[in-house]
T-cell receptor, first 114, second 114 residues
């Protein structure tokens, strides 16, 4: 079954530093991949998605992710962290051709230090 | 604002009771999904409906049931509640049930079982 693994349940960065949140997927066929963000006491908001159009995907709030088939990875990055980026981030996968169930990773809590 | 509306936002009830969570999808979306988020299980897919028909089932307990009505709103019914059912329940919607279309999430319904 398709799944995603997020490495690191907690990541801390200083304000202005690079943000790198890791996600690896397991799928025998090209998947659809998503990154969602959850701010405290809020719902899930889509940051970006990969649907096989371009391997480098740009999202909202300055985030981007690169689909690397050879590494089965879809890591999320942002060049310069802002205090408002503190939230929980979820990587998710839908296997193409299947019923559209999002399978989520366990999440990464991002802390931004002043 | 994702356009997905969930009520109630918070609910406290006793063990053994039954509750109904309501969801209005985004205008034009035919597919509705229910997810459960808990500390120990993470984000789990429960069930999906498409235009009134059940499309896919995930880790949904037999004590739980859902339906999608002709006006496309959906309800999740939770009965014989146990302490372990305390969680955040998300509704989500998308245009249809296939492809790489975005799945939009509501802000969730917090259920506390005491």
């Amino acid at each position: 079954a398709q799944s995603v693994t997020q490495l690191g349940s907690h990541v801390s960065v200083s304000e202005g530093a690079l943000v790198l949140l890791r996600c690896n997927y397991s799928s025998s066929v090209p998947p659809y991949l998503f990154w969602y963000v959850q701010y405290p006491n809020q719902g899930l908001q889509l940051l970006l998605k990969y649907t096989s159009a371009a391997t480098l995907v740009k999202g909202i709030n300055g985030f981007e992710a690169e689909f690397k088939k050879s590494e089965t990875s879809f890591h999320l990055t942002k060049p310069s962290a802002h205090m408002s980026d503190a939230a929980e981030y979820f990587c998710a996968v839908i296997k193409s051709g299947s019923a559209r169930q999002l399978t989520f990773g366990s999440g990464t809590q991002l802390t931004v230090l002043p | 604002d994702s356009g997905v509306t969930q009520t109630p936002k918070h609910l406290i009830t006793a063990t053994g009771q039954r509750v109904t969570l309501r969801c209005s999808p985004r205008s034009g979306d035919l597919s509705v999904y229910w997810y459960q988020q808990s500390l120990d299980q993470g984000l789990q897919f429960l069930i999906q409906y498409y235009n009134g028909e059940e499309r896919a089932k995930g880790n949904i307990l037999e004590r739980f049931s859902a339906q999608q009505f002709p006006d496309l709103h959906s309800e999740l019914n939770l009965s014989s509640l146990e302490l372990g059912d305390s969680a955040l329940y998300f509704c989500a919607s998308s245009v249809d049930g296939g492809g790489g279309n975005t799945i939009y999430f509501g802000e969730g319904s917090w259920l506390t079982v005491v």
